[in-house]
């Protein structure tokens, strides 16, 4: 990847930021976590990527956000929200289970900006949600324990085979306690190879979440694989959303566009979507 070293640096200084440099500074020099880094720098390897799950930025643009896509006012919303807020045994798990695989996290795992996903499937109880980037799988996890409580749906989900994971881990989506994952469906390997596939043996597909490479070509090869096996109301959601790229395809469709800040102060948005208003997408182009 072409400007990996770049935005490798970014990252570090927007956590600086962020999180303060003693913080990060302490975390970059074990030596476990050095040399990952150093491989990414130097060889510009972006396997070794440790996900952090940062505290939510804005609620309020969350909410606004949920409530747009969907077009449901803001109770309904922020009564979601208060449902997943409150579940302290559903987050006591996963910060548990975190601390204890990834103890050399400079941040505890939160639910943060994620917490999106559980509302969003809470709210509109799809049958099938395909969602790309795995990783430690808090999205995943988010999902399922949306669907469990719908008593619905069920989940596919992409990820390549080997990522910076905790060495307990079994693979992608050690998170995701046992007793979620029979709605589960996991894939290993690249998008570009699985996902024309399993767009197409699971439409119509009611939400897609795009989270694994976020460059604007992958974004791009994922929406528009997508965008025809979408139903008839389905949504189309990406965390570090390319906001132009989503612009010009809601343009395409004559939709509009929402977003929601991130979890990084720096970011001017990290959550997209757009939600299909019922006809045909054949206005879209394909690749
Ligand atoms: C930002 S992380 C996903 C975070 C995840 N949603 C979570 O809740 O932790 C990005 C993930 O995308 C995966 N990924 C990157 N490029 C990919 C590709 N071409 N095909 C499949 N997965 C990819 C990486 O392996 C990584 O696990």
């Given at each position: 990847m072409k400007n990996q070293r770049l935005r490798m640096l970014k990252r570090y200084l927007r956590a600086a930021i962020y999180y303060g440099p003693t913080r990060v500074l302490g975390s970059l020099l074990r030596p476990t976590s050095l040399a990952a880094h150093l491989r990414r720098l130097?060889?510009?390897?972006?396997?070794p990527a440790m996900n952090l799950y940062p505290p939510s930025f804005s609620r309020e643009d969350e909410e606004r956000f949920c409530g747009d896509l969907l077009g449901i006012p803001l109770e309904r919303v922020r009564e979601a929200f208060k449902e997943i807020d409150g579940d302290f045994t559903f987050s006591g798990f996963l910060a548990e289970r975190y601390r204890r695989f990834r103890?050399?996290?400079?941040v505890g795992l939160h639910l943060g900006r994620f917490s999106v996903w559980y509302v969003l499937v809470r709210l509109s109880r799809p049958r099938v949600v395909l969602e790309t980037g795995v990783h430690d799988g808090l999205s995943s996890a988010l999902i399922l324990h949306a669907m469990r409580r719908n008593g619905s749906g069920r989940l596919i989900s992409i990820d390549l085979p080997?990522?910076?994971?905790?060495?307990?881990?079994?693979?992608?989506?050690?998170?995701?306690e046992d007793g979620l994952r029979p709605r589960w469906t996991l894939h290993l390997g690249d998008v570009r190879k699985l996902l024309p596939r399993l767009a197409l043996e699971n439409s119509p597909l009611d939400i897609f979440l795009h989270d694994s490479d976020h460059s604007r070509e992958v974004q791009e090869f994922e929406y528009r694989t997508v965008l025809p096996h979408l139903g008839p109301h389905g949504l189309l959601v990406s965390d570090d959303a390319q906001a132009d790229l989503i612009n010009e395809i809601a343009g395409e469709l004559s939709l509009r566009a929402n977003f929601a800040m991130g979890a990084?102060?720096?970011?001017?948005?990290?959550l997209g979507g757009i939600r299909l208003a019922?006809?045909?997408?054949?206005?879209t182009r394909s690749r």
């Open positions: 130097i060889r510009e390897d972006s396997r103890p050399d996290s400079p080997s990522v910076d994971l905790p060495p307990q881990a079994e693979g992608p989506g050690w998170l995701v990084e102060p720096l970011a001017r948005f990290a019922g006809g045909p997408q054949g206005k």
